[in-house]
């Protein structure tokens, strides 16, 4: 499943901050990726900058092909 194109950089973090980081994820069952993004759109927006959001992902099973359906 295709989602939307994300930009892919290295980042380098303390590794006391990665753990913190880490610990939110999982209190929050995030990924630490969807962590850091949810704490920079947050602070972003603290500051008054607005982002535009993309279309959330689609979660659960594909609706099924009728097309495909043999009997």
Do not use: C
């Amino acid at each position: 499943m295709a989602g939307p194109a994300k930009k892919a950089f290295p980042l380098r973090l303390d590794p006391a901050l990665h753990a913190a980081i880490e610990r939110l994820a999982a209190q929050d069952l995030r990924s630490v990726n969807a962590e850091v993004e949810v704490l920079l759109r947050e602070a972003l927006a603290r500051r008054g900058v607005k982002v535009a959001t993309g279309e959330p992902p689609r979660r659960g099973r594909p609706p099924k092909d009728i097309t495909q359906q043999t009997e």
